[in-house]
């Protein structure tokens, strides 16, 4: 399993894709090469008043550019393009899970007087999308509720409801009472999901390879259905929280197969990974949980999980996990 090192070394370096002139591609170039703690590397393209004469032609040279890398950051200068071009490479820049800086040309000397928000590297700039977990007080805001709870359910419920669970799945079906599903986490990292086992035994399944559950499934064992409908299997995802590659609040995490399956059909999909996957989230409480292969439902699970990352407040996160535990304890938690 890899450690929370492993995984933050995994995260770097971050790749930046600029749309801009010589000038800023020079600096940016500069101030990329000289940041060995962010470790950016500056892979992507830049024009001098020399875009292709169509957005499809732009695209196409953003894919070549692109190839299998992934874009973490897109910084465009929009000044003195043509609004059609800047929003095809806006439109291009969501689908890859960008974040997108809107940069002001010549004003590398202000950027030190401004806050990390208004600016990016040597630029002020302006995001795109709000982020406020991009703030590092909000992180160890966040970080400290994760916890807590986390160690609450620890102490309170898990110890001594595992090993009860446990000799139940165990003499229902044969198997492992706990499955570690390969799941997309931040920044599109694969970790190990884990939840009580709900299903008969499949390794491709419990690994999280299966095609996606649907109502009524044949699969599921009579104490899974329970688990299920009460959320309960999620419990065990708490020591995921405590590990590192999980919140107790945030955007479900899809199998591999899923995220596979849908990323390149979903508007904005890859924006979802700009946080850390949640045991519960606002999708889920408003009913979009579950496997689906309805795609207008998908959609609204992911608005719902963009709206989730563009208005984060601790608030929130405690509003979301009491909806969460009335659910559960009224049976409505529309899982199946």
């Not at 973490?72 to 974040?99: T, Y």
């Not at 409908?229 to 419990?235: P, Q």
Request: net charge positive; charged share 25%.
């Amino acid at each position: 399993m890899l450690s929370i090192s492993n995984i933050k070394s995994m995260k770097t370096p971050k790749n930046i894709f600029l749309l801009g002139s010589i000038e800023e591609h020079s600096i940016l170039k500069e101030w990329a090469e000289n940041d060995i703690q962010n470790r950016f590397h500056l892979n992507g393209w830049f024009h001098d008043k020399n875009i292709p004469a169509s957005s499809d032609e732009l695209l196409k040279e953003y894919e070549a550019m692109a190839k299998n890398e992934s874009v973490d950051h897109f910084v465009l200068d929009p000044s003195d393009m043509d609004p059609a071009m800047l929003q095809a490479s806006i439109n291009w820049a969501e689908s890859q899970g960008s974040r997108i800086h809107l940069i002001q040309s010549g004003t590398t000397r202000l950027s030190k007087k401004l806050d990390s928000i208004n600016r990016f590297g040597p630029f002020a700039a302006v995001p795109l999308r709000r982020e406020p977990l991009s703030l590092k007080g909000n992180q160890i805001l966040k970080k400290v509720f994760d916890i807590t709870l986390s160690m609450m359910v620890l102490v309170g419920i898990l110890w001594w409801f595992y090993p009860l669970v446990g000799l139940i799945i165990k003499l229902s079906s044969k198997g492992p009472v706990v499955i570690r599903q390969n799941r997309i986490g931040v920044d599109g990292i694969q970790f190990k999901c884990m939840k009580f086992r709900t299903m008969v035994s499949n390794k491709s399944a419990e690994k999280g390879y299966s095609h996606l559950t649907s109502k009524d499934d044949s699969r599921i064992t009579w104490i899974g259905k329970v688990l299920r409908k009460t959320n309960l299997d999620e419990l065990p995802q708490f020591l995921n929280v405590l590990m590192g590659y999980m919140s107790v609040v945030g955007p479900r995490p899809h199998m591999v197969s899923e995220e596979k399956e849908i990323a390149d059909k979903i508007d904005k999909y890859r924006i979802r990974r700009f946080v850390k996957p949640g045991i519960t989230g606002l999708a889920a409480i408003t009913g979009f949980r579950g496997g689906t292969e309805n795609l207008n439902l998908m959609q609204k699970r992911i608005d719902h999980d963009i709206q989730y990352i563009e208005n984060w407040s601790i608030w929130l996160d405690l509003k979301i996990s009491i909806i969460t535990f009335w659910q559960m304890l009224t049976l409505k938690t529309g899982a199946h």
